[in-house]
């Protein structure tokens, strides 16, 4: 198995909701992501979790929430958020290689397109 | 701050003529280059670059990495209407380990 998937597909929310993305993968990666990416732009890092620890949160406002359950499972929990927040959501993953030579190779997951109204 | 840099920004050719994209970058202890093609969803996965592996070939699709002068080239030769896409670049530093840092990206659009 060499997916990422992402649930759901598509969210529609209110300002006031609390809704929560979906990520999963079988590849045995120990290291998973979230990015943000707007229309015509590239992805923005917004969370690292490295062996179920969160290693790198690039200054996401708290309405943003991460949880790594287990290895192969990564959430995000929304709250309160605003309409400028409206973009599609990737969750990727790669290998934790320690050797700095190697480098990791990253796999995106089709991502969920969230509005916010 | 880690710096990537894409260009063109944007470029159209004809089907069967080769592309040629650049990445140029200033990051903290380079540790790999990633080449991404991105059309209406999430980006594909298409080369790892790093110290040790500095050329790359798939196909049609090419890269190398010239460490010294910290740019990457991807190649699209005898290009098809299915290449039309945005192409993406990477850079992780290992300073940071997993901070990926994207370049803006290349437009590139194939005509029959």
């Known amino acids: 198995d060499t997916e990422v998937t992402q649930t759901p597909k598509h969210l529609v929310m209110g300002m006031t909701n609390k809704k929560s993305l979906k990520c999963e993968q079988h590849?045995?990666?120990?290291?998973m992501y979230w990015y943000k990416q707007k229309a015509k732009k590239p992805p923005e890092l917004m969370f690292v979790y490295s062996y179920e620890k969160l290693s790198i949160n690039e200054s996401v406002p708290s309405r943003f929430s991460p949880e790594c359950p287990n290895s192969s499972l990564l959430n995000l929990h929304l709250h309160a958020l605003q309409p400028e927040d409206s973009a599609l959501y990737l969750c990727?993953?790669?290998?934790?290689?320690?050797?700095?030579?190697?480098?990791?190779?990253?796999?995106f997951g089709p991502g969920t397109r969230l509005t916010v109204l | 701050e880690d710096k990537v840099v894409q260009s063109p920004l944007s470029l159209v050719v004809h089907e069967g003529d080769t592309v040629t994209l650049n990445c140029s970058y200033e990051?903290?202890?380079?540790?790999?280059l990633l080449w991404y093609k991105q059309e209406k969803k999430a980006p594909t996965f298409l080369f790892m670059l790093?110290?040790?592996?500095i050329e790359k070939k798939s196909g049609r699709l090419s890269s190398i990495l010239d460490k010294k002068e910290l740019f990457s080239i991807l190649n699209i030769t005898a290009t098809q209407t299915g290449d039309s896409a945005v192409y993406l670049c990477a850079v992780e530093g290992s300073q940071t380990w997993g901070k990926f840092q994207f370049g803006a990206g290349t437009q590139v659009v194939v005509t029959p």
């Open positions: 590849m045995g990666h120990r290291a």
């Open positions: 990727a993953s790669s290998q934790v290689v320690g050797a700095r030579d190697l480098g990791n190779e990253q796999f």
């Open positions: 790093t110290s040790s592996g």
């Open positions: 990051v903290t202890n380079f540790r790999s």
